[in-house]
């Protein structure tokens, strides 16, 4: 980052829409006012036929790097100047990075939860189910073959979404991937080790929506993972706990994403802690009527 102006901030941000209810932008202001950086995070609402212009802005304000979410992850790439592997790999950017005067398109959404993963366990040689075949799962399927799981296996109702992540893993990664259709009740193989729900299910308001589970095929052995942010504690972390799994929520996956995209822009490692806190406080405050949750 370059010398700081109390008057003249550092400018983030994020481009999405809508845009009311994303809480990165409270999380990142917390992590430059702990650690005394003049920036701004400045969450807009873009509609897509306004990204060129909104990404020509950023440039032309000599922003230090902006996020990219829902509905253009996919549709930025076209106005950025090239890609990390990442990004590459998953066909959709989170995070763009002024470097030597190109704009390159990162992924940092697999790596978050890589990131808070490695929080509990180490993702080398896991046997990891992942359930859903969407954006989510396609950055945590390449990210965690990157990183070393052994084998993956993505199940999907639509089991075509599935076969193109499996072949994608297969094809770019050493990791070996398997597709399977998501019909009836999913039974998680005894030799799993990790279990990512990365479906939408459980996201509020629909806090009580099941995913079509077994649950007695998770217990004691299995890390279960969830990407829901909202609530911290959904149905499956709650019920899979009380079996004796191990759990992990989604926030931990957004304040990594969050702390690896301000290393990006700023080269700054952010107290996690004081994000995570934040985040809390942002969209938190929904407790599960049986008393657990956040
Ligand atoms: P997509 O719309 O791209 O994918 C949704 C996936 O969920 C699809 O595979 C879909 O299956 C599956 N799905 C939806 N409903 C059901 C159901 N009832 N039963 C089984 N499968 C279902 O969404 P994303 O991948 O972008 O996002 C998924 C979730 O990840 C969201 O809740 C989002 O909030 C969260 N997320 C969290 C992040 C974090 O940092 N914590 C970061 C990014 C995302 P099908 O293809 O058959 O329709």
Redesign the pocket.
């Known amino acids: 980052m370059n010398e700081q102006n109390p008057l003249l901030p550092a400018l983030t941000g994020a481009f999405s829409t809508p845009a009311g209810g994303n809480p990165t932008g409270a999380m990142v202001e917390a992590a430059y006012k702990h650690h005394g950086l003049v920036a701004r995070y400045i969450n807009s609402d873009v509609q897509p036929e306004a990204l060129a212009d909104a990404v020509a802005g950023a440039k032309a304000m000599g922003w230090i790097g902006f996020n990219c979410s ?1 509905p253009h992850k996919e549709s930025v790439i076209a106005l950025l100047d090239g890609l990390a592997d990442s990004a590459r790999l998953v066909r959709a950017v989170n995070c763009v990075v002024p470097r030597n005067g190109s704009w390159i398109g990162e992924n940092t ?1 697999g790596q ?2 890589v990131a808070s993963l490695r929080d509990v366990v180490d993702p080398a040689g896991q046997q990891v189910v992942i ?7 396609r950055a945590i399927a390449v990210e965690l073959a990157l990183a070393g799981a052994r084998a993956l296996t993505i199940v ?3 089991v075509e ?1 599935a076969e193109a992540i499996a072949e994608l893993v297969n094809r770019e990664t050493p990791a070996k991937a398997t597709a399977r259709a ?1 019909a009836g009740s999913y039974q998680v193989p005894s030799d799993a080790t990790v279990l990512v729900n ?4 459980g ?1 509020a308001p629909d806090i009580h ?1 099941r ?2 589970l077994d649950m007695d095929t998770v217990g004691p052995g299995l890390v279960v993972c969830d ?3 909202n609530p911290a504690e959904t149905v499956l972390l709650r019920e899979a706990g009380q079996r004796g799994a191990l759990t992990l929520d ?2 931990g ?2 304040v990594n ?1 969050a702390a690896i995209n301000i290393k990006l822009w700023t080269g700054i490692d952010v107290e996690r802690a004081v994000m995570r806190a934040r985040l809390d406080e942002a969209i938190g405050g929904w407790r599960h009527p049986t008393g657990g949750g956040d």
Do not use: E, H
């Open positions: 829902l959404d978050g939860f359930l859903g075949a969407g954006g989510a799962a999907n109702r639509t979404k998501w990365a479906t939408a299910v996201l929506a995913l079509d990407v829901i942010p989604g926030r996956m957004l994403q």
